[in-house]
Structure formats: C-alpha cells, structure tokens
C-alpha cells in the first residue's frame, strides 16, 4: 500500500513527485492507446475512409481547362453502357435527350452551371461581421473589467508640468524640446 504521510515529508518530496509524474503518464498511456486501438479499428472495418487511387487522374470541373482526362461517371449503369454503344454509331440517332445523359457521363457540369455565381459571398461576409462583433465585445469587456483608469500623466495638466520642467532643466537643448525654446522670451521659437 501506498502511505502518503510518508511520501509528505520534506525528504521524499521528490518521490513524490516522481509518483505523480508516474501516475499522468500511465494514464496519458492508456488514454492514447484507446483512441490509437479505436481509429485501427475504424480503419480495419472501412468506415469512413475514402479509397482514393491518387496515381490514377481525378475527374474536376475546370473553366480554364474544359475537357478532363478521365471521364465524371466511372462505372457505367447499363443504361448508360447502352447509350455509349450508340454513340459511337451515327449522332443523328440519337434524340436531345440521349445526347444530354452522354454529356452528363462525360462531365458533371455545363459552363453555364459553372459560371453561376453563387451565394458563398453571403457566409463570408456574414463570418467576417461576425468575428468583428466579437472582437468589439472582447474590446468593450477589457476596457470595462481589465483596464483600470487612464494614469494621471495622460493628463493635460500633467503634461503641461512636465514640459516646464523639461525646459527648465534645459534638457536636449541641441535637437530636442529645448531648442525650440526661446528662454529670453518665454515663448515657443
């Protein structure tokens, strides 16, 4: 058994530390080991993992570059497989209809569906007014409980003692406040 009072004693201080340092990482062990074993298994039984051959070319809607390698539908239904057996014969067969279904295996979007705005804008500005709302508050909470009062060397009064005082000790009288000072007639040169 463990005594505490043992291990509370100036002497064994260090053991005792050593016992907590002992115990969090044990339990850091264990911890990390269950989410390690959780996400194997997770990986072992397929779920959620997406099985991307990224050596082979992926299908994307580009305005810049139109025709993809490869084509949007990968696995033909066989309806579809039907349809491209027609295409490769005459294109006056074939209605208005087909030929939409034959673009459609080919290719997700049409320009037009490309070029159409959409309404992403809206979210982004909504988020940025949304963050600055949140740094007002932030700020309105910190001048309220975090900052004190303004110190009283901000003020005019003060300020105005302290020049005096500047330009009675003649301080910088080269460059500085000093030589600006015109000490026959008390003004500013």
């Not at 990482?25 to 779920?47: E, K």
């Not at 050596?55 to 305005?63: E, M």
């Not at 309105?140 to 020049?163: I, S």
């Amino acid at each position: 058994n463990f005594c505490y009072r043992q291990l509370r004693s100036e002497s064994n201080m260090y053991t005792l530390f050593k016992y907590y340092r002992m115990l969090g990482s044990r339990a850091l062990s264990l911890v990390t080991r269950r989410a390690l074993s959780t996400s194997v298994c997770m990986q072992a039984h397929g779920r959620g993992i997406a099985r991307i051959d990224y050596s082979l070319p992926q299908y994307v809607d580009r305005k810049d570059e139109p025709l993809s390698a490869i084509d949007f539908v990968g696995h033909l239904s066989g309806e579809q497989k039907s349809l491209k057996e027609k295409e490769k014969s005459s294109w006056v067969s074939l209605s208005g209809e087909d030929k939409l279904k034959l673009y459609r295996i080919r290719f997700e979007q049409s320009f037009v569906e490309m070029n159409k705005s959409s309404s992403e804008w809206k979210t982004v500005i909504g988020g940025i007014f949304f963050m600055i709302g949140c740094s007002g508050l932030i700020y309105l909470w910190q001048r309220l409980f975090v900052f004190g009062d303004v110190p009283h060397t901000f003020e005019d009064e003060w300020r105005a003692k302290q020049t005096k005082r500047m330009l009675d000790m003649r301080m910088n009288p080269i460059l500085g406040v000093s030589s600006k000072w015109d000490y026959e007639k008390n003004e500013w040169k």
